[in-house]
């Protein structure tokens, strides 16, 4: 990744739980299993999961709904001092979302070798072209979930548990 991952603090993998709880809930939806919180001073201020088809609308992800919640709350689209936690490295279009917010940290659990803005394939969140620049820190709960994403796809294409490579891999 470009840039440094910052080390974990005590209360990610506690995030990353509730993150991942709400990526279940998108799962047993038949969206692909991805949820996101988005935290300020230890209080949740807004929480999202993969609506995507079940909405209709393609910017559906966790994520933008993670912010979209907090803005809300918050009454301001700007959330400095906020960590997001998402169990999957985001897309270029959340993290767009997260840029424009001034979101201060990010938390994440399973890379995304197709698709990851914050350091997989880019990393759109710490460069240099940009006026605002995140933390990151990766692989937090990465093997919870990680499985949860393989076993959704596994299941969506029909195969059987220890058959060939998911789409998406754990980091």
């Not at 080390?7 to 047993?28: C, I, T, V, Y």
């Not at 938390?107 to 350091?119: C, K, T, Y």
């Not at 933390?135 to 979930?145: N, P, T």
């Amino acid at each position: 990744m470009v840039g440094v991952d910052k080390p974990e603090n005590a209360g990610d993998r506690h995030w990353m739980a509730r993150a991942l709880e709400l990526a279940r809930r998108a799962g047993a939806a038949c969206e692909v299993p991805v949820g996101a919180v988005l935290v300020r001073e230890g209080a949740v201020l807004g929480e999202g999961w993969n609506q995507p088809i079940g909405a209709c609308d393609p910017s559906a992800h966790a994520e933008m709904l993670a912010l979209r919640a907090a803005a809300a709350a918050s009454g301001n689209y700007r959330l400095a001092a906020c960590t997001l936690y998402t169990t999957l490295e985001p897309c270029p279009m959340c993290a767009g979302a997260m840029i424009h917010a001034r979101v201060t940290r990010l938390v994440f659990g399973a890379a995304d070798p197709r698709a990851g803005a914050a350091g997989s394939v880019f990393n759109l969140l710490q460069t240099e072209v940009l006026n605002h620049r995140i933390q990151i820190v990766s692989g937090v709960l990465a093997e919870e979930c990680g499985a949860l994403l393989r076993e959704f796809f596994r299941v969506r294409r029909g195969k059987p548990a220890g058959g060939a490579e998911s789409l998406l891999n754990a980091g």
